[in-house]
């Protein structure tokens, strides 16, 4: 299966601080990767690098194309639906408000209006209080709408950066079962950031394990999952 997105020795940080040292990764067209690894080994700012929100050098190819010099606007337009750690709804607006930022670059309105139908398809929960603020949701509420919102960009990919945080088990669990399914029905690729190991990589089908901004381990999810010197190192379980 081609590659989608492709970082090559990419290095990144903030002002005179180094973050990431090299990392080198890639996410094939229609999967699902997992990028793991503690509080502070690069995992957001891996992210950010892709959507232009820190500078980095290396390369990022996404489709074929480099995102060198690329800015955020552009890289959405290109295809990728960025879902922040906390979320990142504006809770002063309504559900559907927020919705409609999802769509505003769009121009293909009679597509726009089929893709609102499967986001409520998703999350019915969102068609039942689209009129109401987004700050009465729920944190797993909360979440759904971002989801909800990066869907109708019309992503070639999404990257999810800490969906479970904040929620209760089985809200966590619905939440994966419904990317699962967006993977599935309409082949969106996902780079998922998640301190859950365990529930990433059953999600995932290959994973990158994040050491200090550099890649420790890599490979496919089924293994690094039974591999025991790895999640006792590395995985935290």
């Excluded at 607006?93 to 670059?105: Q, Y």
């Excluded at 609102?116 to 949701?137: C, G, I, N």
């Excluded at 944190?139 to 990066?150: D, P, S």
Aim: with cysteine; net charge positive; glycine share 10%.
């Amino acid at each position: 299966m081609p590659n989608l997105l492709e970082l090559k020795e990419v290095h990144a940080g903030y002002g005179p601080r180094s973050v990431l040292h090299g990392v080198s990764l890639s996410v094939p067209e229609g999967g699902i990767v997992s990028l793991l690894g503690a509080n502070g080994a690069g995992k957001t700012t891996t992210l950010r690098a892709i959507t232009a929100g820190v500078r980095w050098s290396g390369d990022i190819i996404f489709g074929g194309r480099s995102l060198r010099r690329l800015a955020t606007e552009e890289i959405v337009r290109a295809g990728i639906a960025h879902v922040p750690e906390g979320r990142g709804i504006c809770t002063e607006l309504t559900v559907d408000e927020n919705l409609k930022l999802g769509s505003h670059l769009r121009r293909d309105g009679a597509e726009v209006r089929k893709d609102y139908d499967r986001v409520f398809e998703y999350f019915p929960v969102l068609k039942e209080r689209r009129k109401l603020s987004a700050s009465t949701l729920s944190g797993g509420e909360q979440q759904m709408l971002a989801l909800a919102r990066a869907l109708l960009m019309k992503p070639k990919l999404m990257l999810l950066d800490e969906p479970s945080l904040g929620l209760a088990p089985l809200v966590v669990r619905a939440i994966f079962q419904i990317v699962k399914s967006i993977n599935q029905a309409s082949r969106v690729a996902v780079l998922l950031v998640e301190q859950n190991a365990r529930i990433a990589l059953e999600l995932s089908s290959s994973a990158y394990v994040l050491e200090v901004g550099r890649v420790a381990v890599s490979g496919a999810s089924a293994d690094l999952k039974d591999n025991e010197s790895v999640r006792r190192s590395y995985l935290g379980y």
